[in-house]
């Protein structure tokens, strides 16, 4: 078959050449002596559009083809440049290849996302979700490019494991179903050693892991899937949902903001290079202003506003939020909003948070009341990034495990890397997904993902 991508790339080197392409039938139309077949063969986004007429020997048949149906369509290229389609192929031969049954749901009309969310398996073959699958598959291919590019290595952590990397107990256990193998407690299954004898379970965050990693290779980069068991169903959480934690040594709190923002910037202006049909569409139909977002984004310099002062800010507004803030309360969505949409208009960093609202293992301030923790939060989504500083000192590393109840005892390599050259060290968590939603303007993230798992969904 001939290379669809190319031929909307220069059509003009297969003008009136003979063409083969195979592709699913996305809509067709016929009057009594010619019809239209809008055929997609998935390797790029935009249809080619085939016309047929009664000099086809299968004119009868052709016409009946349902939607859904994959066909090869031999036939001319003809340069249309009036029309709103660069080219159409003027069939010379079309051949059924596997005939799609009348009861195929993805009819001519628009159907709503909650709709198109029953019908995960067919759902990749509309506009709206080839569009967004092909940006999620550059884009992450723009995040491996970006570090590569600056020499970082992509470290592996563990999906099982028995560390809970935020202290948060959030985790979903992993049981092996070989229950002989379990070990018992008089005589019954200890769920507690469900795995093989020991307890484990999906991983939440590859953070500390990753600092092994970077207190060998210095500068490292984690891109898989992670899991949180939050009972919460909001659109911008999942259960499972792939996060990027870079992981920086010799490195401090600036240094990991400096990293979060070219980061940010490169991969947004990678994919409206590279993905520009798609972008388009996401203009168009999606959210209006798209691209002014990302552009304004690309050619801005991010704010950086410290919680305390963030809080102070916040506090005038008390009286329009859910839930009102005073220094020591978590900044949730509705503030992390207001900050970013009204008060800066653009991406702006918080940092340096109270210690109660964070993880055990940011790094204490010289106020003893804050650490060194950011999080990026962004207009439309709210945090986009969680990072930190790392505790690097032992005994104040120990302190806090103890007064934040974190169990030591299978720690032990984690404090141990403080004892060997445990260097300064900073990093943070990229939610994958969440930046989909930002590129694309998709506003769930239920609609972000292939197969999403949120509380009770798990079908396909
Ligand atoms: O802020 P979080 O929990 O930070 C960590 O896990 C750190 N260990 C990261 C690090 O420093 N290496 O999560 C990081 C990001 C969030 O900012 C958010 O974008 C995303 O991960 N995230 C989620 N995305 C979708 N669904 C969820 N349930 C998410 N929880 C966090
Ligand atoms: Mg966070």
């Known amino acids: 078959a001939t290379d669809v991508r190319d031929l909307f790339k220069s059509p003009g080197k297969y003008s009136d050449k003979e063409v083969m392409v195979e592709g699913w039938i996305r809509t067709i139309r016929d009057s009594k002596n010619f019809g239209f077949i809008e055929l997609n063969d998935g390797t790029f986004m935009k249809n080619v559009q085939v016309v047929f007429e009664n000099n086809l020997s299968n004119f009868d048949e052709v016409k009946k083809y349902p939607t ?90 563990p999906i099982i494991t028995a560390s809970d990397a935020e202290g948060a107990g959030e985790m979903f256990r992993v049981t092996a179903l070989d229950l002989d193998n379990i070990e018992k407690l008089d005589g019954k299954t200890d769920y507690t050693k469900d795995f093989f004898g020991k307890s484990a379970n999906l991983t939440v965050s590859g953070q500390l892991e990753a600092e092994i990693f970077a207190l060998a290779f210095k500068n490292v980069y984690t891109f898989g899937p992670t899991f949180r068991a939050e009972n919460s169903n909001t ?178 390599w984690y404090m141990e890397l403080r004892k060997y050259g445990g260097v300064k060290h900073a990093g943070y968590g990229l939610g994958f997904e969440r930046l989909i939603m930002y590129l694309t303007g998709m506003g769930n993230i239920r609609d972000v993902i292939p197969f999403p798992r949120t509380p009770k969904n798990a079908e396909f």
Request: charged content about 30%; proline content about 3%.
């Open 68 to 157: 859904g149906s994959a066909i090869t369509v031999k036939g001319n290229l003809l340069l249309t440049p009036e029309a709103k389609q660069l080219f159409e192929i003027k069939a010379t031969e079309i051949k059924m290849e596997a005939e799609s049954e009348s009861s195929y749901p993805l009819q001519k009309k628009r159907h709503s996302l909650e709709y198109l969310r029953t019908i995960a398996h067919l759902r990749p073959r509309t506009n709206t979700f080839a569009a967004v699958f092909r940006v999620r598959s550059l884009a992450a291919y723009a995040i491996h490019k970006f570090f590569n590019e600056r020499g970082f290595i992509y470290a592996h952590p």
């Open 235 to 412: 659109s911008r959480h999942a259960a499972e949902f792939w996060m990027i934690e870079p992981e920086i040594a010799f490195a401090d709190l600036n240094d990991n903001m400096q990293l979060a923002e070219d980061m940010v910037k490169y991969v947004i202006s990678y994919v409206m290079e590279n993905a520009k049909e798609e972008m388009e569409f996401f203009n168009s139909f999606v959210e209006k202003g798209l691209f002014d977002k990302l552009n304004n984004v690309i050619d801005s310099e991010f704010g950086k506003i410290d919680y305390t002062d963030a809080i102070e800010i916040l506090k005038k507004n008390n009286d329009n939020f859910d839930y009102p803030v005073q220094w020591g309360t978590d900044i949730q969505t509705e503030h992390e909003r207001y900050l970013s949409e009204k008060i800066f208009g653009k991406p702006v960093f918080v940092t340096n948070y109270p210690k109660e609202i964070k993880a055990f293992y940011m790094r204490m301030n010289e106020d003893n009341k804050t650490v060194a923790a950011m999080d990026l939060l962004v207009p439309g989504i709210g945090e986009l990034i969680g990072g930190s500083q790392r505790e690097e000192r032992l005994d104040m590393l120990e302190k806090r495990m103890d007064e934040m109840g974190i169990e030591k005892e299978g720690m032990w």
